[in-house]
C-alpha cells in the first residue's frame, strides 16, 4: 500500500537560510509524487511533481525535491526562505492504479522568522 | 475564474440536522474527488468520479454520506444526520485523466457541527 511520512511536524527557520522539509515514501509501484502547499485560509496549491521523468524536480517559488529510490525520499528544498513561505506544506503519493486518489502526509508546519 | 469552486464556504449547523455541499469543477476535469481534512491532519480521501460514474468509495464514508455527480459536471456531497465528528474542512478536487493525475483543489466548505 502506498503511504508517506513527513518527518517533521513543525519547521523554524530564518528569513533568507535554507528550507528543507523531509518526507518518506512507501510504494508498491513506481510512484508519482507531490508537494501541495496550503497557506492559512487558501486552497491546496501544486508547488511540483515527479512523474519518473527526472529526479529532480523544480516547482514554483524557487522550490525544488528531489526523489531518491534507494532512501524512498522525497525531500522539499529551497535555497533562501521568504516570509512569504510560511504555511503548511504536504507531501503527497498518488495511488495511481486506483484511480489517481492522493494520498497525504500529515503536514509540516513551516515558520519564518525574520 | 476557471478554478474549483464550492459552496458554500462556511456551514455551522446542529447535530442531527443534513447538510450538503457544492463543487464545481474545472470545465474541461472528468474526474472530481472529495477529501476531509481535520484540524492538524492531511487530507483524506472519501470518494471520486469519473464523469458522473463513482467509482470508489472510503471506509471513511460511512452511510450517512451520499455523493452525486449527476451530469458529470458538478457534484453534490450530503451528509444526513450530522454528529460532532464530522466537523471538518471538506476539499473537492479535478483532475483530467492522463498520464498522471495533478489534482486542483477548492477553497474548502468548512462544516462545524454544533
Known amino acids: 500500500a502506498q503511504s508517506v511520512t513527513q518527518l517533521d511536524s513543525h519547521v523554524s527557520v530564518s528569513e533568507g537560510t535554507p528550507v528543507l522539509l523531509r518526507c518518506n515514501y512507501s510504494s508498491s509501484y513506481s510512484p508519482s509524487l507531490f508537494w501541495y502547499v496550503q497557506h492559512p485560509n487558501k486552497g491546496l496549491q501544486l508547488l511540483l511533481k515527479?512523474?519518473?521523468?527526472?529526479?529532480l524536480v523544480k516547482g514554483i517559488n524557487g522550490f525544488e525535491a528531489e526523489f531518491k529510490k534507494s532512501e524512498t525520499s522525497f525531500h522539499l528544498t529551497k535555497p533562501s526562505a521568504h516570509m512569504s513561505d510560511a504555511a503548511e506544506y504536504f507531501c503527497v503519493v498518488s495511488v495511481g492504479n486506483q484511480g489517481g486518489k492522493l494520498i497525504f502526509g500529515q503536514g509540516t508546519e513551516l515558520s519564518v522568522k525574520p | 475564474d476557471t478554478g474549483v469552486s464550492q459552496n458554500p464556504r462556511h456551514k455551522i449547523t446542529k447535530r442531527g440536522q443534513n447538510v450538503t455541499f457544492r463543487c464545481d469543477p474545472i470545465?474541461?476535469?472528468?474526474?472530481l474527488y472529495w477529501y476531509r481534512q481535520t484540524l492538524g491532519q492531511g487530507p483524506e480521501f472519501l470518494t471520486y468520479f469519473q464523469n458522473e460514474a463513482q467509482l470508489e468509495k472510503s471506509r471513511l464514508l460511512s452511510d450517512r454520506f451520499s455523493a452525486e455527480r449527476p451530469k458529470g459536471s458538478f457534484s453534490t456531497l450530503e451528509i444526513q444526520r450530522t454528529e460532532q465528528g464530522d466537523s471538518a474542512m471538506y476539499l473537492c478536487?479535478?483532475?483530467?485523466?492522463?498520464?498522471?493525475?495533478?489534482?486542483?483543489f477548492g477553497p474548502g466548505t468548512r462544516l462545524t457541527v454544533l
Open positions: 478536487a479535478s483532475s483530467f485523466r492522463g498520464l498522471v493525475d495533478e489534482q486542483f
Open positions: 470545465s474541461e476535469h472528468n474526474r
Open positions: 515527479y512523474t519518473s521523468a527526472a529526479t
